[in-house]
C-alpha cells in the first residue's frame, strides 16, 4: 500500500507536468474521437460508461457526446455519499451540464439522484498509471475496482496520458485489469479478461 500510494503521488506530479506543457491549441484535439479500434470494442446498443475528468485527467467528455451521437446510452458514476458504493446513472445529453448536480465530493457533479440507474456494457475509466499488460492505478478509493468485481462481463478501457505509463506496477488481489488503454499515441490491447 505504501508503495501504491508513493507511486501515485509521482504519477499524479508527471501528469500535471505533462498536461501543463502540451501546447492548449493541441491539447483542444486531443481525445475528441475514439480511434476506429476502440469504437469497434464498442457493441450495438451498448451502455457507455464515462467520466467527468479532474484536473490533469485525461478527458472524456468527447468520447461521451461521440457515443451518445451513435446512439448508445451514457452513464456517470453516482455517489449517494461519500461511503456509499458506486452506482452509474444515465446523463441523457453530454452537452447538458444542468442535468448534473453536485456529488459528495467538492467540485465533481454527478447525475440527478433521479436520473434512470443503468449499468455500462463498456467503461471508460481514469486512472494514474497502467501498465503495458493493462494494470491500473486508480486514486486509491477502490471504487472502480469494487464495481468492476461485481460487473465481470464490463470492458472497462482506461483513458490516460503516454507519461502514465510505468514498466512495473505493483499489483493486488482486488485490483481488476482493463480490456484496453488509449493514450493520444497508441492503443494498448486489447487483453482477454480474466473469467
Known amino acids: 500500500m505504501e508503495a501504491k500510494n508513493a507511486l501515485r503521488t509521482t504519477l499524479r506530479a508527471r501528469r500535471k507536468d505533462?498536461?501543463?506543457?502540451?501546447?492548449?491549441?493541441?491539447?483542444?484535439?486531443?481525445?475528441?474521437?475514439?480511434?476506429?479500434?476502440?469504437?469497434?470494442?464498442?457493441?450495438?446498443?451498448?451502455?457507455?460508461?464515462?467520466?467527468?475528468?479532474?484536473?490533469?485527467?485525461a478527458p472524456a467528455t468527447a468520447y461521451a457526446q461521440f457515443f451518445h451521437e451513435a446512439g448508445h446510452k451514457i452513464a456517470l458514476p453516482w455517489f449517494e455519499g461519500r461511503s456509499a458504493p458506486m452506482v452509474f446513472r444515465e446523463w441523457s445529453s453530454p452537452w447538458v451540464d444542468d442535468l448534473l448536480e453536485p456529488g459528495p465530493w467538492k467540485g465533481i457533479v454527478q447525475p440527478a439522484a433521479s436520473a434512470p440507474a443503468?449499468?455500462?456494457?463498456?467503461?471508460?475509466?481514469?486512472?494514474?498509471?497502467?501498465?503495458?499488460?493493462?494494470?491500473?492505478?486508480?486514486?486509491?478509493?477502490?471504487?472502480y475496482d469494487r464495481w468492476l468485481e461485481a460487473h465481470p462481463d464490463v470492458r472497462p478501457i482506461g483513458l490516460a496520458w503516454d507519461c502514465q505509463l510505468i514498466e512495473d506496477l505493483p499489483?493486488?488481489?482486488h485490483?481488476?485489469?482493463?480490456?484496453?488503454?488509449?493514450?493520444?499515441?497508441?492503443?494498448?490491447?486489447?487483453?482477454?479478461?480474466?473469467a
Open 18 to 57: 505533462h498536461v501543463a506543457s502540451i501546447d492548449p491549441r493541441v491539447m483542444a484535439l486531443m481525445f475528441k474521437r475514439p480511434p476506429s479500434p476502440v469504437v469497434a470494442l464498442v457493441p450495438q446498443d451498448a451502455v457507455v460508461g464515462v467520466y467527468l475528468a479532474g484536473p490533469a485527467e
Open 171 to 173: 499489483c493486488e488481489a
Open 118 to 143: 443503468v449499468v455500462p456494457d463498456v467503461l471508460f475509466v481514469p486512472l494514474v498509471g497502467f501498465s503495458a499488460d493493462g494494470a491500473r492505478l486508480g486514486q486509491g478509493g477502490g471504487h
Open 175 to 194: 485490483d481488476r485489469p482493463l480490456h484496453a488503454v488509449v493514450t493520444p499515441t497508441r492503443i494498448y490491447g486489447p487483453w482477454e479478461q480474466p
